[in-house]
């Protein structure tokens, strides 16, 4: 995700907020509130002040992110403060806090999870309310309590979502303990303010959906909540690469054979410090639950109030957020959008270094006793000062792992030659002028199919890597990163075309230049390449690192409008940015044909249809406006379906039937794979072999979207594979 948290920071910079950002999405603009960030307002608000002293928004992203240490370290201290920790040891857990793991794990990736300082706020507020501590009188501690709250409300979707899943438990667990109204009432006031807070930060996105309905195509799964979730095992193994030669490989090895590929929740790890803080809880809770009053040492910890609310903050924060827990009902029932659970690690690791704060105020207290009739209490104090200073270091070194070091020299690389490149193009175009980037990746979180990525090409591996040149230009608009299921996502439509007649409705669209990532293409990457330049009958800007080509269109474009009328082009124009779309149907073997103008247009439908069953089967296909053919689809050799139509305004329906007998009648068509189905205007017919080489077939200009698999009720509930190797019940638009 760094790229699209650098595409956040440079789109304030340069446009003074991130909801809109007129130099992507071209020639529309984007428009962000579909993928609601609203949630973070107050880090962006801190991103914009630092914005005030420097427009380069690689060393504004930076400076955010070495804030959120300081930041996450004083609200941890605040918290352990208010809690009755001394000084000495609120600074060694706070320090301890934030030098988690987790945080050099999210770094700039994901730069706002890394700004965790609302956590330690909700965890005090958590804490307040089990054990009857009063935050809302008088007025001055009011004043601060609902100031908490909005800072809560506005740093952070997850760790927002997260206190108002515990505060509610803490209100529950403080009612039925005996706190009365007095709980009850001081529960909903927190709850009221930091929703009140987070639905005002997400109003534009709240009335933008109300306004335009539902996107569909970003959409959050419950198996997301499962694959996200906390794991006890995780919790408390070493960091990964830990600095003891025993357990470096330990936790790396134990991700490997668990995890294959992406773990998040193999870095919520506590440290050693934080696994005897959360062992000492769970040693509370276990001794409240047997009544071992009378073991030695056992007792005195569980029946010392102030441990029990943390030890029940480990036990509510790890019941919803485990695989399985209430996180996965809440999924189900509520809302998938809290995907990542496993983050409810941040609450747990404050209860455990709160613990350990306790733990050690306790041997300061102890040792002062002891100096009255045996040492100095000079003596105590060093021996209590040296005891903090061995916490803390061992905590430190061990938190620290080489695992998360970044390989500097790497990223320089990179970044340099994106610099030199995008100054070459800055170069030759004119500020203002529109790009047109090749491959098409929908935006945001490229190929997803029920939650899982799909990367259509391996070498291709992130779904924000289209964004670089936007990063790395100054006042051009590019065409990538208009939200897909959105009227403005046009180029989904083209990308399925031929590469011929995408660069065709690029021109008369009016881009002045191609930008081409060819590690989209992978092993055709030089087919597209040599193409292009055939195509174009220009030479290409090449990165230094070969990984980016610009090819300026203009040359093109001029002699496309010397070779047709302009209502040719015009018409071209209104096809390209407005274009028909089709897509797997809403209903079993069918697909949806959309056609956004107000009066029909004539087109031509494609696509490859194979039988998932074995053997063949005779099946009627019935187009908009009644007209049908029979065709009979094997499952050896996949047919390929071409047809002319007239799509009337709106969605009309391709469908796919059995017909079993005369009296019978027809039913969905069963075990179907239908993939790279396109559906192109009429208005594109004139162009198709504009500046062609002649009898040779164009390669597609981008990357083909995945399947849609229709599957009888008897069938496998798994996804049919299309022929592309790559599985969904649902695609793209086309």
Not at 284 to 301: M, N, T
Request: glycine share 10%.
């Amino acid at each position: 995700d760094t790229k699209f948290y650098f595409m956040l920071v440079k789109g304030i910079l340069d446009h003074g907020w991130y909801q809109t950002n007129s130099n992507l999405g071209a020639p529309f603009g984007q428009q962000l509130y579909d993928f609601p960030q609203g949630a973070d307002n107050l880090n962006f608000l801190m991103i914009k002040v630092l914005g005030l002293f420097t427009s380069n928004w690689a060393l504004v992203t930076n400076l955010f992110f070495l804030l959120t240490f300081p930041l996450t370290g004083l609200a941890a201290y605040h918290g352990f403060r208010q809690l009755d920790v001394s000084p000495p040891a609120a600074t060694v857990c706070s320090v301890l806090f934030a030098l988690l793991p987790y945080h050099f794990y999210r770094h700039e990736s994901q730069v706002l999870l890394s700004a965790y300082y609302s956590v330690p706020l909700t965890s005090y507020l958590f804490i307040s309310l089990v054990a009857g501590k009063p935050v809302l009188r008088p007025w001055k501690r009011s004043a601060l309590t609902l100031a908490t709250c909005v800072v809560i409300g506005s740093a952070g979707l997850y760790y927002a979502g997260f206190a108002l899943v515990l505060l509610p438990a803490a209100t529950i667990v403080a009612v039925i303990g005996g706190r009365g109204r007095r709980a009850l009432g001081t529960g909903l006031t927190l709850c009221l303010v930091i929703g009140a807070t987070l639905a005002f930060n997400l109003a534009p996105s709240i009335i933008y959906g109300h306004d335009h309905g539902p996107n569909t195509q970003i959409a959050r799964t419950p198996i997301e909540s499962e694959q996200l979730g906390l794991r006890l095992s995780t919790l408390l193994l070493p960091v990964q690469g830990d600095r003891l030669p025993l357990l470096s490989n330990l936790s790396i090895n134990y991700a490997a054979a668990t995890s294959p590929g992406y773990c998040e929740a193999c870095n919520e790890t506590l440290g050693i410090v934080g696994d005897g803080g959360f062992l000492a809880l769970c040693l509370v809770g276990l001794a409240a639950l047997v009544g071992v009053a009378g073991v030695a040492g056992a007792g005195r910890i569980a029946w010392e109030a102030r441990f029990r609310p943390a030890a029940l903050g480990i036990a509510v924060a790890f019941g919803i957020g485990t695989i399985g827990g209430v996180s996965a009902l809440i999924a189900y029932f509520v809302t998938p959008d809290l995907r990542g659970w496993n983050r409810l690690s941040l609450f747990i690791a404050f209860f455990s270094f709160l613990a350990v704060g306790m733990l050690l105020d306790g041997a300061g207290r102890r040792l002062r006793r002891r100096a009255a009739s045996r040492f100095p209490a000079r003596r105590a104090t060093a021996v209590w000062a040296i005891l903090l200073i061995v916490v803390l270091g061992i905590g430190a070194v061990d938190e620290t792992s080489d695992f998360y070091l970044v390989d500097y020299s790497i990223a320089a690389r990179a970044y340099q030659s994106d610099q030199s490149f995008g100054a070459q193009v800055d170069a030759q175009l004119p500020r203002g002028s529109d790009v047109f980037e090749l491959p098409y990746v929908p935006f945001p979180e490229g190929y997803h199919v029920a939650g899982v990525p799909i990367t259509p090409s391996q070498a291709f591996t992130t779904s924000y890597e289209m964004l670089r040149p936007y990063l790395n230009t100054t006042g051009l608009n590019f065409s990538l990163a208009a939200i897909k299921g959105r009227p403005s996502d046009w180029e989904s439509a083209l990308s399925a075309k031929p590469l011929n007649l995408a660069v065709a409705g690029a021109a008369a669209a009016g881009f002045s230049g191609i930008y081409v990532d060819p590690r989209g293409y992978g092993t055709g990457a030089p087919r597209v390449g040599a193409w292009l330049r055939q195509l174009l009958g220009v030479a290409p800007i090449v990165s230094r690192l070969g990984n980016a080509w610009f090819y300026d269109l203009r040359p093109y474009a001029r002699a496309l409008d010397a070779s047709a009328p302009p209502a040719a082009i015009a018409g071209l124009r209104h096809a390209t940015l407005y274009p028909l779309q089709v897509a797997c149907g809403s209903g079993p073997a069918e697909l949806d044909l959309t056609n956004p103008g107000p009066t029909a247009v004539q087109a031509s439908l494609s696509a490859t249809v194979a039988d998932g069953t074995p053997g063949s089967q005779p099946v009627v296909i019935t187009f908009p406006g009644g007209a049908a053919e029979r065709r009979t689809i094997y499952a050896a050799t996949p047919t390929l379906l071409q047809r002319r139509l007239v799509v009337p305004p709106g969605t009309s329906v391709v469908t796919f039937s059995t017909v079993a007998g005369p009296a019978v009648p027809s039913v969905p068509a069963a075990g179907l794979v239908i993939s790279d189905a396109t559906l192109t205007d009429a208005a594109f017919a004139p162009f198709r072999r504009f500046r062609t080489p002649a009898g040779r077939l164009a390669p597609q200009a981008g990357l083909i979207a995945p399947s849609c698999a229709v599957q009888s009720e008897a069938a496998s509930p798994s996804p049919t594979m299309s022929p592309t190797g790559r599985g969904s019940r649902r695609s793209s638009p086309a």
